[in-house]
């Protein structure tokens, strides 16, 4: 088994032809990533890598099907192109995109709902069930099939806590990024709710940050429905309060979302919480060995 991909996952890539776009899908199909098709409006009839590019998704599914998709489109074009996405039947989409309105966000994230479509982001770096499909802009050489399930609002802390998993013997199950704005299709909830059934993973890594309620409202549902190990690292130790500091959900705001606060209440769920990076995989051959 595995979180939300798997090894037979069809995807499709909407901007598959521009610069980013292209350049990822490359890395996702080197991967392994089963990349069936690609959307770039204007661009029907064009191939990438032997890849079909249609002009829009509905094109796209009248000749595949597609169980996934990825956004590499612009800010004030992601709403529509997860509208188009989404109205296919996709039933996981990664919206990459940042500065994406929080009303357009609003509006995707019910839409989503709606429909029964997983919605990983906005602002993610993706997901990726290891060795089997990547879906983001991940650097592919960490992750490695292994016990570890990974859910992160940070993608560049993310990475580094996956390398250092990975050097210290430890692989991932699946790692999905929730995203850093504060308008996000996954909780931490409903990523824990999904490893905790997920017979692949043995412990689970939450990287949190400052901002919002989500890792407390993470620490209640682990002491009450999560009987795996879980171990957790959080940034934004010395921000100060009232700053936003690089992600739209990392602000603390009317003494709530404090670095303290959530320390305490993952804490109180038994949640052990790295000081540094570096001290994650410790905890986790910790955990295993109970």
Known sequence: MAVYLFADTQVLVQGITGNQGSFHTRQM????????????????????????????????AEHHLLDASILFTPAPFAKDAAFEAIDAGVKVLVMLPEHIPVHDALAVTAFAKVRGTVLVGPNTFGVVSSGKCKIGIMPSQFFVPGKVGVVSRSGTLCYEIVGTLKAAGFGTSTVVGLGGDRVVGLSFTDVLAEMEQD???????????????????????????????????????????????????AIIERGKGSFAGKVKALNNAGVPVAELPFQVPELVAGSLRK
């Not at 990287?207 to 890792?215: D, F, K, R, Y």
């Not at 549902?221 to 690089?246: C, D, H, N, Q, W």
């Open 199 to 249: 017979s692949e993973t043995e412990a689970i890594v939450m990287v949190g940050e400052i901002g919002g309620s989500a890792e407390e409202e993470a620490a209640l549902f682990i002491k009450e429905r999560v009987t795996k190990p879980v171990i957790a690292y959080l940034a934004g130790k010395s921000a100060p309060p009232g700053k936003r500091m690089g992600h739209a959900g």
């Open 29 to 60: 199909v080197n991967y392994g990533t089963k990349v069936v098709a690609g959307v770039s409006p204007g661009k029907g009839g064009q191939a990438l890598e032997g890849i079909p590019v249609y002009d829009t998704v509905a094109a796209a």
